[in-house]
T-cell receptor
């Protein structure tokens, strides 16, 4: 069973640029969620995708967008980067309707630094 | 809305000491409750969970009991090891709502010294 993987591991961008982060779900999982974890804080929910549709969103502006592909992998896109976007971005996959409903499995994260 | 409050850290303990990390929550209905652990430079790992009142989650010597009457889910371990040094997050997820949004606390850093 393959766990959740994310790429890249680290990324440095400048203010105003755009970034794409990638996530591969755990085998058999059909739902993916993205979280932002600022230094010293708990993860904050950005949004969730199920069957290629966004089905929930936290308090993040529209410049945070995402995609889920037929193989359930996912992308997080952030436009017009701001300094406060510097954080660890975590992807979590889960199985909607499975016996472990709402148990999410996290990837190692992508550390984004905005200069 | 939903929220999770956990005790401030860092918590520093000697090896083999007893650990308690307090966690209380605010939510409607009966959410599922979780403890996640994050080791330095890594993502989050699910440590244990409980899905209904009076359930006890346990794993690797850690335990937590879902207390509906006090809206609490305190994490305990009888004898900590140096390898338990990490940041611990209490979290909840509502059963209803159409999607699985997990709300996390701010985390409690545990340092165990030999």
């Amino acid at each position: 069973e393959t766990g959740v993987t994310q790429s890249p591991t680290h990324l440095i961008k400048t203010r105003g640029q755009q970034v794409t982060l990638r996530c591969s779900s755990q085998s058999g999982h059909n739902t993916v969620s993205w979280y932002q974890q600022a230094l010293g804080q708990g993860p904050q929910f950005i949004f969730q995708y199920y069957r290629e549709e966004e089905n929930g969103r936290g308090n993040f502006p529209p410049r945070f967008s995402g995609l889920q592909f037929p193989n359930y992998s996912s992308e997080l896109n952030v436009n017009a980067l701001e300094l406060d976007d510097s954080a660890l971005y975590l992807c979590a996959s889960s199985l909607e309707g499975g016996s472990h409903y709402n148990e999410q499995f996290f990837g190692p994260g992508t550390r984004l630094t905005v200069l | 809305g939903n929220s999770v409050t956990q005790m401030e850290g860092p918590v520093t303990l000697s090896e083999e000491a007893f650990l308690t990390i307090n966690c209380t929550y605010t939510a409607t209905g009966y959410p599922s409750l979780f403890w996640y652990v994050q080791y330095p430079g890594e993502g989050l790992q699910l440590l244990l969970k409980a899905t209904k009142a009076d359930d006890k989650g346990s794993n690797k010597g850690f335990e937590a009991t879902y207390r509906k009457e006090t809206t609490s889910f305190h994490l305990e371990k009888g004898s900590v090891q140096v390898s338990d040094s990490a940041v611990y997050f209490c979290a909840l997820s509502p059963i209803s709502g159409g999607y699985q949004k997990v709300t996390f606390g701010t985390g409690t850093k545990l340092q165990v010294i030999p």
